[in-house]
């Protein structure tokens, strides 16, 4: 059993990204916003590969989402309110 973590910072509120490059982990996946955010952190995927503020589930600096089963990091999207803040995640390998 082991784990892999990583932090992926938005530079620009308003334009999304993937959690991380294509990582086909089948696994349960954590993500946290960091504590030192100011704004909101919006995860999750519109089905088009895109997420927005109207399309994401926001997280406070401080929240965590777990995701039970993720088949790529890439399908996970992230973007800000605010430019330069970042969400943490945590993979869980069986």
């Given at each position: 059993m082991g784990a892999m973590s990583g932090l992926k910072t938005i530079a620009t509120a308003g334009t999304e990204?993937?959690?991380s490059a294509s990582n086909?982990?089948?696994c349960a996946v954590a993500v946290k916003a960091l504590t030192t955010n100011t704004g909101l952190m919006y995860?999750?995927?519109a089905g088009d590969g895109t997420v927005a503020s109207t399309t994401g589930f926001p997280?406070?600096?401080g929240d965590t989402i777990i995701f039970e089963y993720v088949d790529d990091l890439a399908n996970i999207m992230v973007d800000s309110a605010?430019?330069?803040e970042s969400v943490a995640f945590l993979v869980l390998h069986e």
């Open positions: 990204l993937a959690l086909k982990v089948q995860i999750g995927n997280l406070a600096a605010v430019n330069g």
